[in-house]
């Protein structure tokens, strides 16, 4: 009988026909090595993700801290102060405020949140008209955007020539954009702009030449025609009486918006003053039925591209620097010549720029004349009005100048429609 062969080469214990020697035994045998772990591909892409997106905000953020930065000139930009005597601003006054107050300074531990007496999550159900109208005023899209558009018209401004400074300066404030806002009727007494006519009218509100080509060399009037259309606008000799019937158009609707007002009678348009003899005839008289003042008013429409006015526009671009001479040249013309006879006289002018902005002196009173709750509705519409009559009468003068100039027939869409303007309008009447 043969006993179990005992060899070297056994490889464990306890295996059948396999046996260690006394006192001895093999050790365990090191466990198999894990398998390598899968690559993460879905955190590692979160990941870049993540960086990818706080990279593009930081960024984001930079372009926007860049474009907040503005020139030196951008004090020109910001409101005069209500005081005349409070220091000028610099351009640190164009910096967006905050839209709402920072949280005070608490003490470690604090929470700047708002205490509602609720310890559980907010409700599902939405708030109430009470509690968004009584809520915290957040700051609109707008609002967090004012600071760097307004860098951006700044340095857009301070690149500028000075007769490009002051067609800028012409479309800033002061009512300009009124005609923008009025709805399209139709009619004599319409605010509608057709389509040629607006797309004249909205290269010259951005700057740009009226028309792709440019008029020619000269006039047909002998002075030089210019690209930017601005000698069809204002010194053409043969578009005078085009001037004059937008002229009249708006002593028409002034004289129309006062006579439709409770608050005052006796309107007449176009009378001589009593103690000139004749030599003064201002365009509309009107008097106040509360307090029996006669007041006295003479309209203009004046051009903001003087050439002696174009250095005071460009160091103040938000005030109508052409509107204000042109007011006081009336109220120096008129005032002298106006005679009390036991009831007292006064004298208002009625001026506007020829891109829209309305006189101080003719805002302040168009405010008190047409002031109230239920007045202020009538004054909006005659302002719109008139700001629709000033663009549409600059899109006809380009349509007669640059056919003058080129020799072909003038034609201008919707003006036989009956527009303000237009062959059907009143104002067409008072001089051809």
């Known amino acids: 009988m043969v006993g179990p062969r005992t060899s070297a080469s056994c490889r464990g214990v ?60 951008a004090g020109l930009w910001a409101p005069p102060p209500p005081d005349a005597a409070a220091p000028p601003r610099d351009a640190d006054a164009l910096a967006l405020p905050l839209p709402y107050p920072l949280p005070p300074t608490c003490d470690a531990g604090a929470t700047t949140a708002t205490a509602t007496g609720q310890h559980s999550p907010a409700s599902h159900s939405p708030a109430t008209w009470r509690a968004l109208l009584g809520g915290e005023a957040r700051a609109t899209q707008r609002e967090l955007s004012r600071a760097a558009h307004a860098a951006a018209r700044a340095r857009l401004y301070h690149e500028l020539s000075l007769w490009r400074r002051a067609g800028m300066a012409a479309c800033q404030g002061g009512g300009a954009a009124l005609w923008l806002s009025a709805l399209p009727t139709p009619g004599v007494e319409g605010t509608a702009i057709a389509g040629a006519p607006m797309r004249v009218a909205v290269r010259l509100w951005l700057g740009a030449p009226p028309r792709s080509v440019p008029p020619g060399g000269r006039c047909r009037c002998g002075r030089g025609a210019d690209a930017e259309g601005r000698h069809f606008m204002s010194a053409c000799l043969e578009l005078a009486p085009l001037r004059a019937r937008l002229h009249h158009h708006v002593v028409h609707l002034a004289v129309e918006a006062l006579r439709a007002a409770p608050s005052w009678k006796d309107v007449v348009a176009e009378i001589a003053l009593p103690a000139s003899h004749g030599a003064l005839r201002p365009d509309l008289r009107a008097t106040h039925a509360a307090s029996g003042v006669v007041v006295w008013a003479d309209a203009s429409i004046t051009t903001p591209f003087y050439e002696r006015a174009m250095p005071d526009a460009a160091v103040a671009p938000l005030r109508p620097v052409t509107a204000a001479a042109r007011e006081a040249a009336k109220v120096a013309k008129y005032a002298p010549a106006l005679v009390g006879r036991g009831t007292t006289h006064t004298f208002t002018p009625l001026v506007w720029e020829s891109y829209g902005r309305i006189g101080p002196a003719t805002r302040r009173w168009l405010r008190d004349a047409l002031g109230g709750p239920l007045r202020a509705g009538a004054r909006a519409t005659l302002l719109r009005r008139v700001s629709v009559a000033l663009w549409r009468s600059h899109s006809r003068a380009v349509a007669i100048g640059y056919s003058r100039c080129l020799g072909t027939a003038a034609v201008v869409e919707g003006e036989g429609e009956g527009g303000p303007l237009g062959p059907n309008s009143l104002g067409a009447h008072v001089v051809e």
């Open 14 to 73: 306890g295996r059948v026909g396999c046996s260690a020697p006394p006192g001895r035994l093999l050790p365990d045998p090191a466990p198999p090595p894990l398998p390598p772990a899968p690559h993460p591909q879905a955190a590692v892409a979160e990941a870049s993700a993540a960086l990818a997106l706080r990279r593009g905000l930081l960024e984001l953020l930079d372009a926007q801290q860049a474009h907040a930065v503005a020139p030196a000139s």
